[in-house]
């Protein structure tokens, strides 16, 4: 199976990188990293010269942008070259949400499949950053519906997919998406049981197809972007 690599070098060296042409759900609580992960990525993806697409729907990529520059990535010679390319929704949900005020009307339910209907033909990746403000007016089966669908279209594409669900706005729905994706990965802060420090700790709760870490794996968000710090071993 054809993998790409994630950008993380602990996670590669070990997995090989994400299955090509699958999608990979993310989840995790406000500052664990999953935005520094799907910029992460997506810079990987262009620098394996993959045609990439990160859809925004909560900041505008001008933060983005910033954020990037915080660890020395150079965003905009991918953007420049074509490689990369960012969807902001974040405005767009402002204004719809504005008119279905106005009119006194239930706001529209998650339509995921909107996030990727204006993707260019040749997108070989996408992250969504994330679904979790799209979730609200769902119910679990609407929700698992709508995932569904976006999962399936995403598939029939071939594109490779990072689609982040933050913990803290849509907690029920992420056993539910587990059961969708081709693989997850949760990113949590907890208490070190043994020493009583604080520490960012993630979990591959599963992925098809590839050898993956059995325990909790370390990792900080330094630098150079998120580094994994624990050694790892296989799952059997």
Known sequence: ME?????????????????????????????????????????????????????TTEEDSKDLYTQGSTFGWNIQSFTDSGLLRFIELAGVRAKVTEAEISIDAEAMKGNFSNFIKDLPENTEAVVIDNIGSYTAKLNPYEFRDRFDLLIYELKQRNITSLVILDSATSKEFNEIALFSVYGAIK????????????????????????????????YEINDNGIEIISSLESND
Do not use: H, W
Not at 4 to 33: E, H, Q, Y
Not at 205 to 215: D, E
């Open 3 to 55: 993998r790409i690599k994630t950008g993380l070098k602990g996670i590669d060296k070990f997995t090989g990188g994400l299955p090509r042409g699958k999608t990979v759900l993310i989840t995790g609580n406000a500052g664990s990293g999953k935005t520094i992960l799907g910029l992460q990525f997506a810079l990987s993806c262009c620098r394996q010269n993959i045609k990439t697409v990160y859809i």
């Open 187 to 218: 990113l949590m802060k907890r208490e070190n049981p043994y020493t009583g420090r604080r520490e960012r700790v993630m979990d591959f709760v599963k992925m098809r197809s590839t050898k993956t870490p059995t325990q909790f794996l370390t």
